[in-house]
C-alpha cells in the first residue's frame, strides 16, 4: 500500500494513465499534510490496519478493499483537459465519475465551490467538499484529492458501498467525547453507492481506464 502511494508522477509522462489501486488489507491513508501522530498507534495494529500517507492533500481516508473504489488518474501538462486553475482541474474527473454513477442508475451533481471550510475537514477527507467532487443530495460520494507537479497531476479518488464515519474516527487521536460528537456531526455528511459498488468499479473503469 505504501508503495503505491509513493509513487511519483513520470517525468517523461506523454499520456494520461488509470491506475486501479486494488490493496489486499486494510489501512488508514493520511493525507500529505497530516502527521503521523493524526493515526492512533494502538488502535490501528488492534484492527490490523496499515497506516500510509499519500503525497495528495486532504484528510484521513480508511481503505477495505471489500468496501471501496480507488482509482487515480495521471494528467500531463499538455493534456487538453488540463488546467491551471486548482480548483476547476478536477471538473473533467467528477465528471467521467458522474457518468460512470450514471451508468448504474445513480443521479449525481458535481461541487463546483471552494474547499468548504468545517470542523473536521482537516482529519477527515468526507467531512468536507472540494471541487469537482461528487455528491447525492448534499452527501459527498467521490472524494477527489490532487498533487500537482512540473510534470503533471495526480489525482487520487474514492468511493465506499456505505460511508461509515466511525471508520476513520476509530483509528485516530480523539477524545472519547471528540469522537463522539465527530461521529454525530459527520453521519449526513456522506453517502456510499450500496450494493453497486462492484458495477460502478466497472463503470469507471469503463470510463477512465478503457479510453
Known amino acids: 500500500m505504501a508503495d503505491f502511494h509513493a509513487r ?3 517525468a517523461d509522462l506523454a499520456e494520461p494513465e488509470a491506475w ?3 490493496p489486499d488489507h486494510r489501512g488508514l ?3 500529505s499534510a497530516q502527521q503521523e501522530a493524526t493515526a492512533d498507534a494502538a488502535a490501528t495494529a488492534a484492527a490490523g490496519v496499515e497506516v500510509v500517507r499519500r503525497r495528495s492533500g486532504g484528510g484521513a481516508v ?3 478493499p471489500d468496501r ?3 482509482l487515480d488518474v495521471v494528467l500531463p501538462k499538455h493534456d487538453p483537459r488540463w488546467s491551471d486553475d486548482v480548483r476547476e482541474a478536477t471538473y473533467w474527473l467528477g465528471e467521467a465519475w458522474q457518468r460512470a454513477l450514471r451508468r448504474v442508475g445513480l443521479e449525481t451533481d458535481l461541487y463546483r465551490g ?7 475537514g482537516r482529519l477527515v477527507c468526507f467531512a468536507a467538499l472540494g471541487p469537482g467532487e461528487v455528491v447525492i443530495g448534499a452527501r459527498k460520494v467521490v472524494g477527489i484529492s490532487q498533487r500537482r507537479t512540473r510534470e503533471g497531476a495526480r489525482f487520487q479518488c474514492i468511493a465506499y458501498d456505505d460511508w461509515d464515519p466511525r471508520d476513520v474516527l476509530d483509528l485516530v487521536h480523539l477524545s472519547d467525547a471528540e469522537r463522539d460528537a465527530a461521529a ?5 455528511r456522506a453517502a456510499g453507492v450500496g450494493a453497486r459498488l462492484a458495477e460502478v468499479r466497472e463503470a469507471i473503469a469503463a470510463e477512465l481506464l478503457d479510453r
Open 29 to 31: 491513508v493520511l493525507g
Open 68 to 70: 471501496c473504489v480507488w
Open 114 to 120: 471552494g474547499l468548504e471550510q468545517t470542523p473536521w
Open 62 to 64: 480508511y481503505v477495505d
Open 20 to 22: 486501479l489501486f486494488e
Open 184 to 188: 454525530a456531526d459527520l453521519t449526513g
Open 8 to 10: 511519483p508522477i513520470p
